[in-house]
């Protein structure tokens, strides 16, 4: 016989077992039997009428993948069982087969509402068996839902918590500010043009489009009541107004809050994850200076220009609508255009423009720098970026339209 087929022998001879051990009232010693579901008394090997109460579970033999074991799905428990006791002192040797089997007699005692003790088990099999069992227990346990002033509170705190953590973030970035302003700038200056390059020319054909069709779709729905009252002259005094105060800057940050501002958040998210801002830390480089900052300043300094290109072909988009759609000459339209529009109205929306730069590389850079470690965490930080950008925006246009209303800008 060859070695192979000798050990090969010797594994099928590797059997795990299962009994169910018990004594009467009597004392004397019981083996329930699946086959018959009864008790078998252990030395005359009569039935037993007896159903105990309380029971042992000995496992005995090779727990292992290779060997025979009980099947899972033949197990039956004793009727009139209340107690049942885990005993594996028997067990010469055994992995994580006897893991899956234990939890599978445990869930069949809570099943049954059977008391199950695990006193007997080696110091290894319980820990094992806990580890186990750790995910189920908390899934297992639910809290009761809190009552409402509790919910108020931990809405509370965590408003607290997220309006702390933005302070900090603002208090940072401001004296970033302030050291760049006594010519400690921080970070380098390629790294600054680079940015500027990719807020400014790159984003020049979006922004030349999105400027084109604005002027062109608001000159076409300023036609309707124009023409109600015979004034189609004034859709100069509409584009002007319209695009240069506030549909420019809106639009202008809109486009570049998914742009910029998501990629911003993706960028710094990605660091986060890969851990190289921690590396930054470590090598004493402050990160809001040396990342943050150069975005901020590019961000900020170039949306008042590309505005002012999206003014440029707003005004185009208006003035191809004028001459084509109401037989306007260009130079009536463009003398409407500067008797009706003021200087003002284009230094207010290259004002907004400036804040909304500011606004949209804050909430970008803010997300990415507190994105978490996982991997999803980069695409809900670029969504929440877009999402808290558009907010920013909306409320900084209402607070800066209030504001100009009240001082007559």
């Not at 018959?36 to 008394?41: A, E, G, N, Y």
């Not at 009761?144 to 953590?165: E, I, K, T, Y």
């Not at 960028?267 to 990160?287: F, H, K, V």
Request: net charge positive.
């Amino acid at each position: 016989m060859s070695r192979r087929s000798s050990k090969a022998k010797r594994e099928a001879v590797k059997v795990a077992g299962l009994e169910f051990l018990a004594q009467d009232a009597k004392g004397v010693d019981l083996v329930f039997v699946p086959g018959k579901k009864c008790w078998v008394s252990v030395e005359s090997r009569h039935d037993s009428s007896e159903k105990p109460g309380k029971a042992k579970a000995s496992l005995r033999g090779y727990w292992l993948q290779t060997a025979q074991r009980p099947g899972l799905e033949n197990l039956v428990l004793p009727e009139g069982l209340q107690e049942l006791e885990l005993d594996c002192s028997d067990v010469t040797q055994w992995d994580s087969s006897l893991l899956i089997y234990l939890r599978y007699l445990e869930r069949l005692c809570q099943q049954k509402k059977l008391q199950c003790h695990k006193s007997n088990l080696a110091s290894g099999i319980a820990k094992l068996l806990e580890i186990s069992l750790a995910d189920d227990a908390d899934k297992a346990v639910h809290a009761p839902r809190p009552h409402f002033f509790q919910r108020v509170g931990l809405r509370s705190r965590q408003l607290l918590h997220n309006s702390l953590v933005v302070l900090a973030f603002i208090g940072e970035l401001s004296l970033a500010i302030f050291k760049l302003l006594l010519g400690q700038p921080g970070f380098r200056g390629q790294d600054l043009l680079q940015q500027f390059l990719g807020a400014g020319p790159a984003a020049l054909p979006i922004i030349a489009l999105i400027g084109f069709l604005m002027g062109l779709i608001l000159a076409f729905i300023g036609a309707i009541p124009l023409r109600w009252f015979g004034v189609e002259s004034y859709v100069a005094s509409l584009i002007g107004i319209g695009v240069l105060r506030l549909l420019a800057p809106v639009m202008v940050g809109v486009v570049m809050a998914g742009r910029s501002g998501a990629a911003f958040a993706a960028e710094l998210g990605s660091m986060q994850i890969n851990e190289e801002i921690d590396a930054y830390r470590t090598l004493g480089i402050d990160p809001v200076r040396f990342l943050i900052l150069p975005r901020f300043l590019a961000l900020t300094f170039m949306l008042p220009f590309l505005c002012l290109f999206a003014d440029l072909l707003g005004l185009l988009g208006g003035m191809v609508v004028a001459v084509g759609y109401f037989d306007i000459t260009w130079l009536d339209y463009y003398e409407t255009l500067i008797r009706t529009t003021r200087l003002a109205d284009l230094w207010v929306g290259l004002f907004t423009s400036l804040v909304f730069g500011a606004l949209v590389s804050a909430c970008g850079c803010f997300q990415g720098i507190n994105c978490g470690r996982k991997a999803e965490s980069v695409g809900k930080a670029a969504t929440d970026a877009v999402v808290y950008s558009i907010v920013c925006i909306v409320l900084a246009t209402a607070v800066i339209t209030y504001t100009t209303v009240i001082l007559k800008i």
